[in-house]
C-alpha cells in the first residue's frame, strides 16, 4: 500500500558559496533518493531550511539540477540558536511509498551526522 512519508536529511556545507551549498546539498538529495529507493514521481514535495549563514545560494536549485522541475520546493532559514553547528543545509521530503516507517532511511552527512547520531548513517 503507497503512503505518504516524510523523510529527513541534513549535511554540513564546506563554505557559504554557490559551489559548496550545491555541492553538499546535490549529495544529500541524492543520497536521500538513493538510500529509500526513490525517483522524482515519488516525491511530493521538499522543504529545504539553512543556517543564517548560509546566502550565497539556495539549496533548491540543486535539486532543480537534478530534475525536481515539477516538484514544489521551498527554502527558509532556520532559526538562530547561539552554539547550533554552522553551515548545514536541511531537508524535509514528502513522498509515496510502500515502505513502513521503520525502513525509512533518513539521511545526516558530513559534519551534520552530529545532529541524530541516532539515525546518522
Do not use: W
Request: with cysteine.
Amino acid at each position: 500500500m503507497t503512503v505518504v512519508r516524510a523523510i529527513r536529511g541534513a549535511v554540513q556545507v564546506d563554505a557559504d558559496d554557490h559551489d559548496s551549498i550545491v555541492e553538499a546539498t546535490t549529495e544529500l538529495v541524492a543520497t536521500v533518493m538513493e538510500r529509500n529507493g526513490l525517483t522524482t514521481d515519488d516525491v511530493i514535495s521538499v522543504i529545504f531550511t539553512s543556517t543564517p549563514d548560509l546566502t550565497a545560494e539556495f539549496p533548491a536549485l540543486a535539486a532543480r539540477k537534478l530534475g525536481f522541475h515539477e516538484v514544489p520546493l521551498i527554502c527558509a532559514s532556520e532559526i538562530d540558536v547561539p552554539g547550533s553547528l554552522p553551515r548545514v543545509v536541511r531537508l524535509m521530503a514528502h513522498v509515496e511509498t510502500d515502505r513502513p516507517r521503520s525502513q525509512i532511511q533518513h539521511v545526516y552527512l558530513r559534519g551534520a551526522a552530529v545532529l541524530r547520531l541516532d539515525i546518522a548513517q
